[in-house]
């Protein structure tokens, strides 16, 4: 998995959100969307994952065809130009891309 993240804090952070079937949660960011993947199986939320590279978000699809049942949904996207189309979310993620948009893109505070 590509994260800044251990996996055992992953599946720790997955429990303490106790999201449910009713629960949405977006990943900007979500690189081979395995952040989602595990998150839907744990809980069922409906997920969004965006990321600017079409490499991984073809991987992220290619998972989820593997897995019958999985509601999660992999958009390449850049997030500044994503629509709000889906609504609200109960949780977003943003996890490793921050270093993305610094290097990438002049980032004036």
Do not use: W
């Not at 994260?3 to 690189?31: M, Q, V, Y």
């Not at 839907?40 to 699809?61: F, P």
């Amino acid at each position: 998995m590509n994260s800044p993240i251990s996996d055992s804090k992953l599946n720790r952070l997955i429990d303490i959100l106790e999201l449910t079937t009713d629960s949405s949660a977006i990943d900007f960011g979500c690189g081979d969307g395995e952040f989602l993947i595990r998150l839907n199986q744990a809980s069922n939320a409906t997920c969004l994952g965006v990321d600017i590279d079409a490499s991984l978000i073809a991987a992220a699809n290619a998972k989820i065809s593997d897995l019958p049942g999985v509601r999660a949904e992999f958009r390449q996207s850049d997030v500044a130009a994503l629509s709000p189309d889906h609504g609200a979310f109960n949780l977003a993620v943003c996890m490793g891309y921050a270093h993305y948009i610094f290097m990438k893109k002049q980032v004036e505070f």
